[in-house]
């Protein structure tokens, strides 16, 4: 048997465990990959025999990591990452540095995009290549330099520093509104509520919201969206009710195209923040979008408490 310098397994089943463990998937895994689940199965069994050790939990509902696993995946983690930033600034030589930037569909279409011209005018040698999703799984594609998330700040493998904390509230359009001008926050359930149906478990939804503020309620009805701007969409053009956070719908109220209903308003359960990988060295590119961010949220974190508006 012939013995590598290093004394390592083959690259390519390094490379498939660790497209494995990072989705925590084997199908994920040999889709990224461009192979049969069979195959990502067979180089992964493969390997534990060499290693003697056993990498994978097999259940019922997935897989998970063992302790040697999760070893073996925060240094290969870690590597590829260096390999990959030296080729990536290789193959760029001189051109613009570029950052991978992800987050969902309402906060990129909302928050972040009416805010990103500041960052191209102070900033014009930087590159930054949006990745809009709402599947969290997503974020850990490879070249994701940087995320925004919300939750309540904590993610296995990430650091993260919070951005802005929000407030939420119901809001339709004028003519809904005028049509139910006297409603309350009780009668709330009663009415054409406009749901989104987020992958985020953390994300609030119209039954949360009437528990946490006492509004008692049977089974709800009402349109169900996958994205929030759609669900924000459809609120403009009168078909009903959807739940409002304030940085994000702030435009639409102060140009009249969306209006406050009933007195309802609670602090969002959870925050926005920005997240990057502990197994993943940032570059000097990523470091200025990061304190850009910052800086910006920052900014408008300011400006709410000096209008004296909660955030």
């Keep these: 048997m012939v013995r590598r310098y290093y004394d390592l397994p083959s690259l390519t089943a390094l490379a498939i465990f660790e497209a494995s463990a990072r989705h925590l998937s084997f199908k994920l895994a040999a889709s990224e990959l461009n192979v049969t689940p069979s195959a990502v199965s067979r180089q992964i069994k493969s390997l534990e025999e060499e290693l003697g050790l056993t990498l994978f939990e097999r259940g019922k509902v997935g897989i ?38 992800a987050c969902a569909e309402g906060l990129g279409s909302m928050w972040l995009m009416p805010r990103m ?20 799984r997503d974020y850990k594609r490879a070249e994701v330099d940087l995320c925004l998330r919300y939750g309540l700040g904590s993610w296995h493998g990430e650091s ?19 049509e139910h001008r006297y409603a309350t926050a009780r009668e709330l359930p009663e009415l054409s509520l406009l749901h989104y149906n987020s992958r985020d478990p953390e994300w609030p939804g119209w039954d949360e919201v009437l528990r946490r503020a006492g509004v008692p309620h049977e089974t709800l009805r009402g349109r169900k969206f996958s994205k929030y701007l759609a669900t924000i969409q459809a609120a403009v053009a009168n078909q009903g009710i959807a739940i409002g956070l304030h ?30 990988s502990d197994n993943k060295a940032l570059s000097p590119a990523t470091e200025v979008l990061r304190s850009w961010l910052l800086e910006t949220s920052a900014e408008q974190r300011s400006k709410v408490r000096s209008s004296g508006e909660l955030a």
């Design 247 to 276: 940085e994000f719908i702030r435009p639409l109220i102060d140009e009249g195209k969306l209006s406050r209903m009933t007195e309802l308003e609670l602090l969002a359960p959870g925050a926005w923040f920005v997240t990057w």
């Design 64 to 101: 998970s990591l063992t302790t040697p696993g999760q070893d073996l995946y925060a240094v290969l983690a870690s590597g590829f990452s260096k390999v990959s930033q030296v080729v990536r600034t290789m193959r760029l030589g001189d051109r613009p540095k570029i950052v991978t930037l």
């Design 160 to 178: 993260a520093e919070l951005l802005f904390r929000d407030i939420m509230y119901p809001v339709c359009g004028p003519d809904y509104l005028q």
């Design 117 to 136: 011209s500041d960052f191209w005018n102070r900033y014009p040698e930087i590159s930054v290549d949006h990745l809009i999703s709402n599947d969290t």
